[in-house]
């Protein structure tokens, strides 16, 4: 089983440009989450999807959002970049079943850099 | 609110000596605990988790044991190798929602 993929691997911006990013789950999985991992941060949750719907939202401003497709492939955006957002960001699939934890699958991450 | 605090690394140990990651946290009710491990440009992988005090988890020969009493879940192996040197992670699930908690990571170096 394809484990999850995420694309581009490396991406290089300017401030006030926008960023999407991509990640395909594994199959079979519903659930994509999405985290910012950075050095001074840490791992800081920015939203999950379920079935096309945002269902769980961490604390991040409205220039992050996301959206899910039917084939349960997410994208991210990053609207009007900051330097500041420069970061690793990792994609989990689940299965997504409610009312229970789902074990997450990691992609190997976007490297961002915004100059 | 939930939190979990981990040792500050980065911890350097010599093949096949014993490792120890401490790792407290602060929940309400009763959280599920994890480890996650994070080898070089690779995302995140489950290494291990309890689901309950006074279980324990292992896989790979790292284990840890769920302390309620403590509120710790403190990894452990008992020989180290070089392909063990990543980063770890530990984790707590204590809501509905099923959100992970995150600990800050430890680096582990290990020199043959």
């Not at chain 1, 497709?69 to 689940?94: H, I, K």
């Not at chain 2, 093949?15 to 996650?36: D, H």
Request: net charge positive; hydrophobic share 30%.
């Amino acid at each position: 089983k394809a484990g999850v993929t995420q694309t581009p691997r490396y991406l290089i911006k300017t401030r006030g440009q926008q960023v999407t990013l991509s990640c395909s789950p594994i199959s079979g999985h519903r659930s994509v989450s999405w985290y910012q991992q950075t050095p001074g941060q840490g791992l800081q949750f920015l939203f999950e999807y379920f079935s096309e719907t945002q269902r769980n939202k961490g604390n991040f401003p409205g220039r992050f959002s996301g959206r899910q497709f039917s084939n349960s492939r997410s994208e991210m955006n990053v609207s009007t970049l900051e330097l500041g957002d420069s970061a690793l960001y990792l994609c989990a699939s689940s299965l997504g079943s409610s009312g229970t934890y789902n074990e997450q699958f990691f992609g190997p991450g976007t490297r961002l850099t915004v100059l | 609110g939930n939190s979990v605090t981990q040792m500050e690394g980065p911890v350097t140990l010599s093949e096949e000596a014993f490792l120890t990651i401490n790792c407290t946290y602060t929940a309400t009710g009763y959280p599920s605990l994890f480890w996650y491990v994070q080898y070089p440009g690779e995302g995140l992988q489950l290494l291990l988790k309890a689901t309950k005090a006074d279980d324990k988890g292992s896989n790979k020969g790292f284990e840890a044991t769920y302390r309620k009493e403590t509120t710790s879940f403190h990894l452990e192996k008992g020989s180290v190798q070089v392909s063990d040197s990543a980063v770890y992670f530990c984790a707590l699930i204590a809501d509905s929602n099923y959100q992970l908690i995150w600990g800050a990571g430890t680096k582990l170096i290990i020199k043959p």
